[in-house]
């Protein structure tokens, strides 16, 4: 399979509940994508102006200063110790990052790449773009042999569930069983809701209790866009097995694949600052409250969702009738069929829209009859 094979983008499915919730009187509510509405900190706007005489080619490996922040702060945040400049890799986004790692690793036909059941479909894309198999699974013990590259999501995207250390810990040990690379794509790790992870850091990969202290095989990936709305910065990062860092980082040389120097700079204050992290948090935290006992009231259960930006939710019908059902109300959500064949009744609604289009949202919800 190539570029020319895939699916059609799948949000284009949407556009017609999108055109519905429009005609509401008082405007759509659109909690369909996860795109930050929210301003991007002013410490990372100041470093990034002050880097604009940007004459030179940046590195691929990011600068000094860039991979010491990453260091530091998955030392600081995560309670990952130890990692240095050999470990850490800035990436163009996280997005590209998952949908090129299957190419990246050389990986081919034959090849069997794993992502999660309810997953975001960049995983699957990754694998079919390279002419590998993908195959959804969340037990390790089903797992199979051929892996090649094992995805985990923790958050998950869509449904918010958090992996343990423990949990963690038997991926890790399943996938060098296997021999395959095990990369946990961590984005929302700083967006923890339910006990324990709104009191304590929600766990990566690369923590000691899951890895053993070795590092072999092991990659975490990281976004700034959704803790520091940086979407249109495209800041991402990956850390983990120095091989396989030394690998990505020679093959993205090839490619170009190289962070604006700019981006570089505001991604050091991103990391070196958690006080607009915190801030950040207590905006979504507002939203949630609100959303979440309205979307209940409207006759939907909201499975997992105990960390990251959505809520993930069903009311036993087809998605596709509660997005129409929801669209009357002048609410744009995301169909679960979008996340796997296994959640045809789920539908995925986001925190990230405005203060005043979640209350009305929530309100909306609130006096429904659906």
Known sequence: MG???????????????????REHADGIVDLSIGSPVDATPEV????LSRATDAHAYPQTVGTPALREAIAAWFARRRGVHGLSAENVLPT?????LVALLPLLLGLGPGDVVVHPRAAYPTYEVGARLVGATPVAAD??????EGARLIWVNSPGNP??????VE???????????????LASDECYAELGWDEPWDAMPIPSVLDPGATGGQLAGMLAVYSLSKQSNLAGYRAAFLAGDSDLVARLTTARKHLGLMLPAPVQAAMVAALGDDAHVVHQKSLYRTRRELLKPAVERAGFRIDSSEAGLYLWATEGRDAWESMARLAELGILAGPGYFYGEHFSEHIRLSLTASDERIAAGAAR???ARL
């Open 365 to 367: 919800l609130r006096n």
């Open 159 to 164: 449904n918010g569930g958090v992996l343990t």
């Open 92 to 96: 163009v986004g996280s997005k590209e």
């Open 3 to 21: 570029v020319a094979d895939l699916a059609d983008y799948p949000w284009d499915a949407v556009a017609p509940y999108a055109a519905r919730a």
């Open 44 to 47: 990372v706007a100041a470093a």
């Open 167 to 181: 949990e963690l810990r038997v991926a890790v040990e399943r996938a060098r069983e296997l021999g395959a690379v």
């Open 139 to 144: 037990d390790p013990a089903q797992w199979p």
